[in-house]
């Protein structure tokens, strides 16, 4: 399959290395033989279609799931198998913003963003109030720490999810479908907090999605899925020249 060239990386500027990736559940291979990086201060967007590998590759990023085959690394270290507890210090730094959110619905704002912070670093309510304030100003929210999930539109819920991601400050945030089910105008309200978390936090982010528009405004680098196989990775402008149907399908808004 067509992929751009492309020279790894001085290891000092790679957070993640993907190796020769596999990963099945049963007799269904998801993943094969992927070779990946994820650079230090780059949106990196994975982009295909459902089924193609995109959740997985993100989940085992955290050690959600474990390869069948290959190696991951993450700062020059190997963590293909690590034990549940080794992957703590990664997920301190490392945000994961799930599809829906998982937002807690019998808690209002203030305390599903300040979970993360009484769960992991048992601070006290008092000092946990200017940091959810300030990770609500970052993502556009302001004096809405009172209310509760049912009391907010979709958009704002998916602005709180990502106020709590970046609360504890991580490194890198995982993005999965962060625009799906979104209106247009609230998808260019995220797609531009995404540029904004990278600009003003220097954060990485890694953006899993089907969508071009995402894609577009996000990436600084994508690559490609295609059942299961990377049959892409460059920038925007390397993508216009590769030859490959299904790829050429989505830079032309067909994507369905």
């Not at 049963?26 to 959740?55: A, C």
């Not at 730094?93 to 305390?111: I, P, T």
């Not at 990502?162 to 995220?190: F, Q, S």
């Given at each position: ?6 020279q790894?990386?001085?290891a ?9 990736v596999?990963k ?5 291979q998801?993943?094969k033989?992927?070779?990946l990086e ?9 982009l ?12 085992m ?6 390869p069948?085959?290959?190696r991951?690394q ?6 293909t198998?690590l ?7 990664i997920?301190?730094?490392v945000s ?26 048992k601070?006290?309510p008092r000092?946990i ?9 970052m993502?556009e929210?302001e004096?809405i720490?009172?209310?509760?999930l ?46 904004k978390l990278?600009n ?7 953006v ?25 990775t460059?920038t ?5 020249d ?5 790829l050429?399908?989505y ?6």
């Amino acid at each position: 399959m067509a992929q751009a060239s492309t020279q790894p990386s001085d290891a000092s500027h790679v957070y993640y290395r993907f190796e020769n990736v596999s990963k099945s559940f049963g007799d269904k291979q998801v993943l094969k033989d992927m070779n990946l990086e994820v650079r230090r201060g780059e949106n990196l967007v994975i982009l295909g279609g459902s089924g193609s590998g995109k959740s997985v590759t993100l989940k085992m990023m955290i050690g959600l799931f474990c390869p069948g085959g290959g190696r991951i690394q993450f700062e020059g270290r190997d963590i293909t198998h690590l034990k549940e507890h080794e992957y703590y210090p990664i997920r301190k730094r490392v945000s994961y913003l799930f599809q829906g959110g998982a937002l807690f619905d019998s808690m209002n704002v203030f305390q599903n963003l300040a979970y993360p912070l009484i769960e992991h670093q048992k601070m006290k309510p008092r000092e946990i109030l200017p940091l959810v304030r300030e990770s609500l100003a970052m993502v556009e929210l302001e004096k809405i720490e009172h209310l509760y999930l049912s009391d907010l539109s979709g958009g704002m819920m998916k602005r709180v999810a990502l106020a709590r991601a970046i609360i504890n400050k991580p490194e890198i945030v995982l993005y999965d479908e962060p625009t799906t089910g979104l209106d247009p105008l609230t998808t260019r309200a995220i797609n531009r907090l995404i540029r904004k978390l990278q600009n003003e936090l220097a954060i990485t982010s890694v953006v899993v999605t089907h969508d071009m528009s995402t894609t577009r405004h996000v990436a600084d680098r994508l690559c490609f899925l295609d059942r299961g196989e990377l049959a892409f990775t460059g920038t925007l402008d390397q993508a216009q020249d590769a030859e490959h149907p299904t790829l050429r399908a989505y830079l032309e808004g067909d994507n369905s």
